[in-house]
């Protein structure tokens, strides 16, 4: 129940498909695999900072573009996880970090991000990868549980609930 008002909650603040991929703080829908690859159903907002840099007057004093190199991004999402031993539970999956652009292909950004998790409770590195328009995002790294198990894999994947309403016509 919880977990269906969220996504109808993200759907609602999805607005104008094609302008929300391009606002700061984006709705998404994410699947994740952490630990014991028990799959993961969340939502929740992810949220990126391009700096604006002022721009730079040369030595005749023209106006020159300055490049943006990097850019910061960071995602929060609940949702419920089928791990073993729990039919259904809660977790949370956060991360943040920076990606820097990669050009106009089918990857628009790739980076390093920290991620962690409630339930499990969990934390470590990842490389994340971002498409055309942050539409779709891929993240992959490994996880130390508080518990004290040995490091697992997680892998996540999250998408733009506008762009799910772009494909699917909301």
């Known amino acids: ?16 498909p094609a302008a929300a991929q391009r606002h700061p703080l984006v709705p998404v829908a994410q699947l994740g695999f952490v630990g014991d ?37 960071a995602l929060a999402t609940a949702g419920v996880t089928f791990a073993e031993g729990d039919p259904v539970g809660f977790t949370a999956v956060g991360s943040a970090g920076v990606l820097r652009p990669i050009g106009t292909g089918p ?3 790739a980076g390093v991000v920290a991620v962690g998790s409630l339930g499990p409770d969990a934390l470590g590195p990842a490389v994340r990868l971002d498409t055309s328009f942050h539409a779709l995002g891929v993240q992959a790294g ?9 490091p697992r894999a997680v892998v996540t994947v999250d998408v733009a609930v506008s762009f799910v309403c772009d494909l699917v016509g909301c």
Do not use: H, K
Not at 142 to 150: H, Q
């Open 37 to 73: 690859w028990a799959p993961a159903l969340t939502g929740g907002v992810r949220w990126t900072y391009t700096p604006t840099p002022r721009p730079v007057r040369d030595e005749n004093g023209m106006f020159r573009p300055v490049v943006v190199r990097w850019y910061a991004q």
């Open 1 to 16: 129940m919880r977990t269906a008002c969220i996504l109808a909650l993200l759907l609602a603040c999805a607005g104008t």
């Open 107 to 109: 990857i628009a950004g």
């Open 142 to 150: 490994v996880l130390w549980f508080a518990e004290g198990d040995s």
